[in-house]
């Protein structure tokens, strides 16, 4: 009875240790969370954000959301631009991994200089994206040298968001491959050996020992990766100011102009508040899969 | 003795210091906040601080530069939250949403005490109304748009003058384009901001056939229709890159400047960059939007106001009659190549005359924007009717349109001045 009440009170005094993480939880991450989410249920704009007569409006600003085909664009150029850059900068990213993980002379410094990219402000990225992918910028000369017209890049709708991924991907990739080293280098070299020994190939090697035992890196760097791209902002606002016609917004531009540009601070509410949807489920996903992992 | 002698000395020097320091009172500080970042009016500003610093004891103003997104975002954050500076400085278009917001206070009994608002012409001190007449702050600066010319391009090309009508101006575009060379006859901006709207406006305003010019509140008339279609036939016919529209208004102007379009639509304070034009002759005239002889542009410029809360409001409001005064309205128009909002003013250029010349009086013709609590959304309306035009091959006629779709329900609300 008494080591039962002993091991009741060391619990209780448990719970007294979360608190000041709990707090923190409530106060930066609760807060914003709850204003935000009431903001989306009322009609709050220019008009009436100081001075009051806002009232509740129920679900209105999400059916007009899914209702309006901008939107719908925008979502859908969120959901493209997030896979592809995840396919593309963790393929590539697990490349480099591998390759670099090989002991060759030089290796720390090229992986050092794939790293700039990953290091080079946002902004600045999109400047460079904005430059390289006009009409006569370096990609339409490299292309016009092997004899090749190349695209009206920020242009077109389609080329834009294909730009605006190539960009994203050229930061993405070291942050991969930086991650999936780190994953590569924690899987004994003794189990390669073994395999060696037992006639296992490259492929096989690959497939029954590196990815397996890879399994918690690769989805770490995948969940991250996702929740990075899923709200990107700064090289779209900078590169196409979402643009030609809402073809590379993404729900993180598309919010903020709502809010800060048109002052529609409840519309905007409600785009932030499926941004934020989206990510929960990815998040609720991962965790789960977290604890079948430790089960 | 004179050791009693010296400390008698030193406790009565201590004591004359002590009450000279309780006398002489601490200065009023006020907090200005600007998004000046051209190397001119940035420099201007600060010096201008300092020197009204020096001028008087009873207010130290500290100016400080905040990116304009970020401005813009601390005045929306601030209406709530209350974190405002003293005075904060605003795009005119953007005044009416901001006044709407709470951001700026009502000064209007101390500036019609100042006696002279009377000076100040009407647009751009309407910009800083809201709709009951109140005033919120004073506009600081004009600016509006004209064109600039490559004058060896259009000789080459065969004229020996800049075009007076949106027909010459097709005209001299084709004549100037060289695909070979990637030079286009004409560059404007028409990215997806209220940069693009500020420079598509005076397409959509401009005279045609003799028909009057319309307002936003119109934009399906034929003349805005013409002016939208004249553009899109020159993005069409490839005498104008379609990559006008993600350029913003410094883009355009390097295109010109670097000689790869040979007319630019260029703003007053451009005028204080032309050490940028790459080895041509070049000049100014008005923008041709329209008829032969006509012309249309658009208003621009900054407002300064007395953000809500201030604890000093007299103090702020004395700083911006010193900076809106007879006097540094001229002196500014030439240190940053701006144009004064009041009509007692006189800004004696000594460089770009005959350009100041020109955008003097463009000014007769510029319209301003709103002013509009919902300027904003008639603004994304505007440029994104054009950008369906250039990029998906929209009709004309059709954008506008879909354009009054979103204008008419705002301005049948509040109407537009």
């Not at chain 2, 940035?42 to 020096?54: F, L, M, P, R, S």
């Not at chain 2, 305003?205 to 936003?216: C, H, L, M, P, S």
């Amino acid at each position: 009875m008494k080591t039962k009440n002993a091991s009741a009170r060391r619990e209780n005094d448990g719970y007294l240790f979360i608190i000041p993480a709990f707090i923190y939880m409530l106060v930066v991450l609760g807060y914003p969370l709850v204003y935000n989410l009431i903001l989306s249920f009322k009609n709050v704009d220019v008009k009436n954000l100081t001075k009051g007569g806002s009232v509740f409006i129920g679900f209105e600003n999400y059916i007009n959301l899914f209702h309006d085909s901008t939107f719908l664009l925008v979502l859908r150029n969120t959901f493209i631009f997030t896979i592809a850059c995840l396919v593309f900068q963790f393929t590539i990213g697990f490349a480099f991994a591998m390759f670099f993980n090989q002991k060759f002379k030089l290796s720390g410094p090229i992986r050092g200089m794939i790293l700039v990219s990953y290091m080079m402000p946002m902004s600045v990225t999109g400047l460079l994206g904005k430059n390289i992918f006009s009409n006569a910028g370096l990609i339409n000369d490299l292309l016009g040298k092997i004899g090749i017209q190349g695209p009206e890049w920020l242009v077109t709708g389609s080329t834009a968001l294909i730009a605006v991924v190539i960009m994203n991907c050229w930061v993405g990739i070291p942050f991969n491959m930086l991650l999936l080293m780190s994953g590569l280098t924690s899987i004994s070299q003794d189990v390669y050996e073994s395999a060696s020994i037992d006639g296992a190939n490259w492929g096989q090697k690959f497939l029954h020992i590196t990815l397996p035992l890879m399994r918690g890196s690769i989805m770490a760097v995948l969940m991250l990766g996702f929740i990075y791209t899923f709200r990107a902002f700064d090289l779209m606002y900078i590169m196409t100011a979402g643009g030609p016609l809402n073809a590379t917004d993404v729900l993180g531009t598309y919010s903020y102009v709502r809010s800060f540009t048109q002052f529609k601070f409840s519309e905007g509410a409600a785009v932030a508040m499926v941004l934020f949807a989206c990510l929960f489920i990815i998040g609720l996903f991962y965790l789960r899969m977290l604890a079948k992992e430790d089960d | 003795m004179k050791k009693q002698l010296t400390l008698a000395i030193a406790a009565a020097a201590a004591s004359v210091s002590f009450s000279a320091v309780a006398v002489q009172a601490e200065p009023t500080e006020i907090e200005l906040w600007h998004y000046f970042d051209a190397s001119a009016d940035a420099k201007a500003i600060v010096d201008w601080v300092e020197e009204y610093n020096t001028l008087q004891d009873d207010i130290h103003i500290t100016a400080t530069y905040v990116s304009r997104d970020e401005l813009m975002n601390q005045y929306t954050v601030g209406a709530l939250s209350g974190e405002l500076p003293d005075i904060g400085m605003v795009d005119s278009p953007d005044m009416a949403s901001y006044i709407s917001l709470g951001v700026f206070e009502d000064i209007t009994d101390e500036l019609e005490a100042w006696g002279e608002l009377g000076s100040f012409y009407e647009g751009p001190l309407s910009s800083c109304m809201d709709p009951d007449g109140r005033i919120y702050g004073l506009p600081q600066n004009s600016n509006c748009l004209a064109l600039a010319c490559n004058l060896d391009a259009l000789e080459a090309a065969g004229y020996d003058h800049m075009p007076t009508s949106l027909a010459e101006l097709q005209e001299m575009a084709a004549a100037t384009t060289d695909p070979d060379t990637q030079t286009f006859g004409f560059a404007m901006c028409c990215i997806s901001t209220e940069e693009g709207t500020f420079q598509i406006l005076p397409w959509l305003r401009g005279t045609q056939d003799g028909a009057e010019a319309v307002n936003v509140d119109n934009l399906t008339a034929d003349s805005a229709v013409k002016g939208l279609t004249a553009l899109a036939d020159m993005i069409n016919n490839g005498y104008m890159s379609k990559e006008c529209i993600n350029w913003t208004q410094a883009d355009a102007f390097n295109q010109f400047a670097a000689g790869k379009a040979a007319m630019a639509e260029v703003g007053t304070w451009h005028l204080a960059q032309t050490d940028a034009i790459d080895g041509f002759n070049y000049g100014f005239c008005l923008l041709p939007t329209g008829d032969e002889g006509t012309s249309s542009s658009t208003i621009g410029g900054e407002n300064f106001g007395v953000c809500s809360g201030a604890e000093n409001k007299e103090a702020c409001v004395a700083f911006l009659e010193w900076l809106c005064s007879q006097e540094k309205e001229g002196e500014w128009g030439v240190t940053a190549g701006k144009i004064p909002t009041r009509s007692d003013s006189t800004s004696e250029y000594d460089y770009e005359q005959e350009g100041f010349a020109v955008f003097t009086d463009e000014m007769n013709y510029a319209y301003a924007r709103g002013p509009h609590a919902e300027w904003p959304s008639i603004s994304e309306a505007i440029y994104s009717a054009t950008q369906s035009v250039f990029v998906d091959g929209v009709a004309p006629a059709d954008a506008l349109a879909k354009a009054m779709e979103t204008i008419s329900p705002i301005v049948e609300e509040t109407p537009l001045p």
